[in-house]
Nanobody, 124 residues
Framework: QVQLVESGGGLVQAGDSLRLSCAAS????????MGWFRQAPRKDREFVAA????????AYADSVKGRFTISRDTARKTVSLEMNNLKLDDTAVYYC?????????????????WGQGTQVTVSS
């Protein structure tokens, strides 16, 4: 079973960049589809980005497309989220999650293991 720990959150200004990392332990990391989700205050948790297992493709929410990049380092068992040109609306707790083997999905219901979350705050 995969265990996940996020890091890299913090307080930044609008327009800045930030890189989140998620360290995985246990399980066959390379096969899992990995996703990033976020939950802003008083809002439901939403999909941000995902990378399919076994060298599959990536998917992004429209709100972050062109600004965020998800990547995976199989040797280090990490998945990262590079966030550029951050906006006030990007303020949220960001969660890393592991989903099904290989198959791409953006549905939260299909992600089984979740990290504890890391706070990202964007100020003006």
């Amino acid at each position: 079973q995969v265990q996940l720990v996020e890091s890299g959150g913090g307080l930044v200004q609008a327009g800045d960049s930030l890189r989140l990392s998620c360290a995985a332990s246990g399980g066959t990391f390379s096969l899992y589809t990995m996703g990033w989700f976020r939950q802003a205050p008083r809002k439901d948790r939403e999909f941000v980005a995902a990378i399919a297992g076994s060298g599959g493709g990536t998917a992004y929410a429209d709100s972050v497309k062109g600004r965020f990049t998800i990547s995976r380092d199989t040797a280090r068992k990490t998945v990262s989220l590079e966030m550029n040109n951050l906006k006030l609306d990007d303020t949220a707790v960001y969660y890393c999650a592991s989903g099904p083997w290989i198959r791409m999905t953006t549905s939260q219901a299909e992600y089984i293991r979740w990290g504890q979350g890391t706070q990202v705050t964007v100020s003006s």
